[in-house]
């Protein structure tokens, strides 16, 4: 739905600007916005509406475009801390998508992932050794989650886990999902060494669930600075903090196009 994605690229919208954009009447585009309000999609307010965040999230199709160039240079910095064999889980989410992409070509490694888009980018490479958790998958991040995904990951021994999140604050990592939250506390737990990776827009945010506290994260990959009490708390669990440069996954782009 083109409400859905222009949501997708902003978290507020205009019913002026919607009537204009997709040539429909005002009244139209308010009986959508009503529609989705009712499916806790967004909430409306005087003259448009805004998206809602706790509530919802958007389905993964209309989340891949958006901080493109972040997501790319946050995929190239972690790939440099992945080496040959390594035991490796990865989590899901557009981010951990484009990592899986990047790490596809690369040298062989051993893969946990409980996420059907990461599995589809490695599976297409077969030097590497891939397991895919099973589970219940969610339909809107392609995440396999639950009691069947959280055993199947304590079984294993990784030496590192690149997991997403949709909130980085001084009281940990969180996401909306408590299931998904409890998967990638699985992942933690079954890593020797954690990065959290997330663009700067996940920065300061604190979700519904927690996946784990600052306690528990060795790396934050992001790209751009935190805001100044997550940085102090960083310092005292001792959480080095990598930013990404999205103008390499520029250069990077063109070298391979």
């Keep these: 739905m083109a409400i859905i994605a222009a949501l997708a690229d902003r978290d507020c919208v205009e019913v002026v600007d919607l009537s204009e954009s997709l040539g429909v009447s005002e009244a139209t585009i308010r009986r959508d916005l009503a529609a989705l309000e009712s499916r806790a999609v967004l909430r409306r307010t005087h003259g448009g509406a805004v998206r809602t965040n706790l509530a919802y999230e958007l389905p993964l199709r209309y989340r891949e475009s958006r901080q493109e160039l972040e997501k790319d240079a946050l995929a190239v910095a972690a790939a440099t801390y992945v080496s040959e064999n390594m035991r490796v889980g990865l989590s899901g989410g557009t981010t951990l998508t484009r990592i899986g992409r990047t790490l596809g070509p690369g040298p062989p490694i051993n893969v946990l992932t409980n996420s059907l888009s990461v599995a589809s980018e490695l599976a297409q490479w077969p030097q590497h050794t891939l397991v895919a958790s099973g589970g219940l998958v969610r339909d809107r991040s392609y995440e ?29 990592v969180s996401t ?63 959480v080095q903090l990598v930013l990404a440069d999205p103008s390499s996954a520029v250069q990077s782009t063109a070298m391979s196009a």
């Design 144 to 172: 396999m989650v639950g009691p069947v995904a959280d055993h199947t990951i304590a079984a294993f021994n990784l030496d590192l886990c690149v997991i997403g999140a949709d909130g980085v604050s001084p009281s940990g």
């Design 176 to 238: 909306h999902d408590h299931a998904e939250a409890a998967t990638n506390r699985a992942l933690v737990e079954a890593a020797g060494t954690c990065i959290v990776a997330v663009d700067h827009t996940k920065l300061g945010k604190t979700m519904f669930s927690q996946i784990c506290g600052l306690e528990d994260v060795q790396i934050l990959l992001t790209t751009g600075r935190p805001p100044a009490d997550l940085a102090a708390a960083l310092g005292q669990h001792d």
